[in-house]
Every structure is written in C-alpha cells, then in structure tokens.
C-alpha cells in the first residue's frame, strides 16, 4: 500500500490530474547521482552505441544484470535521445515535464560507466502545431521541426535537460535535419537548422561552459557514380554524395556561433541501396566523408552519429548476412572511418525484445537467459580498447604478396593488428611478418 501511495503522489502531481498528470514542474532538478566526469570533458570519445527503442534498463532481472555486466566489461560511450528511441515525451505541456524514460536511461549508462551523450531530437508535440498534453508517436509526426516561433522553447528544453543530467556534458543539436527539408525549394532549410542549433547552443553553454556541443547530423546520402542528380566533386567508385547536403552543411559550418565537434550520419550504400564498387570497398565512402569534414572542419574532431553498412528491408531489418559477415563488414566500417580521421563514432543498436536480433549488441533482457554479448558488441568493445581517441596508426604494416592480399584489411597501432578476411572462403596470408589462416569473413586481433 505505501508503495501504491507513492506511486500515485508521483504520478498525479499535474493540475488536478487530467492531461497533465505523470508529470512535473521542477524537470530541471537534479536526477539521481551524476557521476563526476574524470577531468575536463573531451570533445573525442572513440567508438560506442545509441540506444533504441528497447535495451538493458527493462526486462528480466538477471538478464539485465548480465547486460549491465557486458557493458561494464569496457565502457563505451552511450547515446540517448530525448524523445522517441525509448524516452518519452520529455515535455508534454509548457513547464511540465515527464523525463522517467531518459532517466531510467541516464542511470543505465551510468551504472555501466559509459560516457553519456545525449541527442537533443525531438521536439514535443505542441512545439510543432499539436495539442499540449498530448504525443504523436507517428513516425510523420515524430520527424517533424519545432516551429520557429518555438526554437526558444525547444532551447530552454535542452536547457533543463543539461541542468538535470550535470553529469552529461556532449549533446547533439536535433537528428538528420528531421523536418528540415524544404519541399517548395527542393533543399534542406539550413537556415532554420542553424537558427535552432545556435539557440541551443547558447542555453547549453549558459547552463555551464564545460558543455560540448555539435551538430549539424547531416545525412551524407548518396547517389551512385553515373547518376547526375544533386552530383558533387565529393565521389568516388561508391557513388556522389548529394550537393544539397554539403551546401547544408557549408551554410551550417559558416554560420554556427561555436561547435566542439562537427557530427555526420550516412551509409556506405547509395540511396537505391547499392553497394558499388562492392560491399567491401564500399566502405572508402565513410574515409572520404570523414577526410572532407575534416578538411573544413577548422580542427573540430569528426563524429558519426550513425553509419550502417548493411541495407535494411521494407521494415529497415537486416537478416540478409550471416553475422560473421556483418561482424567483418562493421569492422570494414570502423577502420575506413579511423583512416579518415574520425574519432568517435556510434553504432546503432537495433535491440529488440526477440531472441532473432540481426546485429544485436546482446541478447535481449526480455529473456531468461538474455544479457550477455553478442559478436557485434565483441567488436565494438575491443575496437574501443585497442583504438581509443588519440591512436597514431601504423601505416607501415604489410601483407605479403599473395593471391588474396588485396582481399584483406589491415589497420595497426604500435600494439596490435587488426586485419579482416574480406572473403567468404579461408585465407592463408603473412601480415606485418606473422603467418595467419583466416576463416571465411574472419576478424582477427594480432598482437605485434
């Protein structure tokens, strides 16, 4: 009964209940136990994930203490969004708020000594024209902009959410440009994007200068090499990325009034999901993005928001590969971003509820014997550990000529070796001086 007593006096504290209730007028109080950032924030992570819809902070109790434990193994960096990809509406009604999702997963990256980032996207529905009090959980409605006369409220949203989690100190301005395209012009409205961006910004800063911020998550999409729409000098064997995007982000990059990082999301495939010149090589587009941004970026580190190498279906699921050839292609990924330069980036865990999870970082917390790593979070982890923000590669290591040399890839530090069987068949090759027998899509860690 005391429990059922408590969980009404906080779940009934809007004005006389009604479409208020569930929620709370003081969202900017401080939630929990922050845990004190070690030394000043850093504007490079390295490599890490973005929670979903579903992930370790609900389901069976031993299976998301195993979860807990996976990710504790190695901590990484951890994204979670404000509203949608399992938080709730963050603020229903003007001045009342309902953070009990993000809450609960600010204490889960908390608990697992991740480094919280949180993305400032999306926006609440009477921010974009709807009613107050109420949510859109339409995928339509969910992507879509604050209007412009509530960039200031949207602002003052990330405001609280800063001074509520004082612990988290990297956040993303808004997602994809959602909402932000233009359809009369036929181009993104940078010019809106970057009126919000500045706004927050600006809060975010006020609320306390340690806090790094970034945008603009432009969506590096591309078209494939003969292709003439929206064409750039940006291209290469993978395809041409859409000039409307880098005019996006030439206005945004001009115009911002301050960014600690400069944050991309994009694919190795073109629009039509074709992965040119192969699904291998296809992954030279993430180096060529991550070298372009870099070169304009005036010396901010370069994240990756998102980046997917594998298309997905109508319903966006990837079943198509075999896990050791996702788990080989991701680790294509995560070397072709490094070479380019980039220093953090963020896998897109598709958790779900099911024990079939193509790309799963660990088995799902809904099931008994749920919670422990899967081979996407086996790469993920060690790729973390062993290429940390501030690795110097090697570029010197060799693979002996052989038949299957150019089948291979290789990315070294001053420790270790990572090499990929980009081949479906075994490999028997000599990398920087030591014989390997690679199985088919094999990722291999060699020490040196």
Known sequence: MALALTMCATYSDG????????????????????????????PELGWGFTHTQYSADEGDADARR??????????????????????????????????????????????TGGTPVVTLCCAPDWMKGGKEGGTDWSRKALETAPLPEHYDDFAKLAGTVAKRYPDVRHFIVWNEF???????????????YTELYNLVHAELKKV?????????????????????????????????????????????????????FVVV????????????????????????????????????????????????????DRHGWSEPRRVAVHASGLMAMARGGASTAFYWNPQNRGAACAGCLWRSTQLSD????????????RFAKEFPPGTRYDDTVRTAAAEDAPDLRVLADDEVVLVVNTLDRPVRAKVDGTSLDLRGYEVRWQAR
């Open 15 to 42: 004005p006389g209940g009604g479409r208020d209730a569930g929620t709370t007028a003081d969202g900017d109080k401080v939630h929990g136990t922050p845990v004190p950032p070690r030394g000043d924030p850093q």
């Open 66 to 111: 195993r979860a807990e434990q996976t990710l504790s193994a190695q901590p990484v960096p951890q994204i979670q969004h404000i509203m949608g990809w399992g938080a709730e509406n963050p603020e229903p009604s003007p001045g009342r708020y309902r953070f009990d999702e993000l809450d609960s997963r600010i204490d889960l990256i908390r608990r």
């Open 178 to 192: 959602k909402g932000f395209f233009d359809d009369d012009r036929g181009r993104w409205n940078y010019e809106g």
């Open 208 to 260: 306390d200068k340690a806090n790094l911020v970034g945008g603009p998550y432009l969506v590096m999409d591309s078209y494939e090499p003969r292709d003439p729409t929206y064409a750039s000098a940006l291209k290469g064997p993978w395809g041409s990325v859409d000039q409307r995007v880098l005019d996006a982000y030439a206005y945004w990059n001009e115009h911002k009034r301050g960014a600690d």
């Open 265 to 316: 999301d994009g694919a190795s495939y073109t629009r039509d999901d074709e992965l040119l010149p192969d699904t291998f090589r296809a992954t030279e587009k993430l180096t060529a993005v991550s070298e372009w941004i870099g070169d304009r970026s005036g010396g901010l580190p370069v994240w990756w928001a998102e980046y997917y190498v594998e298309p997905g279906d109508d319903d966006d």
């Open 370 to 381: 749920g919670g422990g790593a899967l081979p996407m979070m086996k790469l993920l982890s």
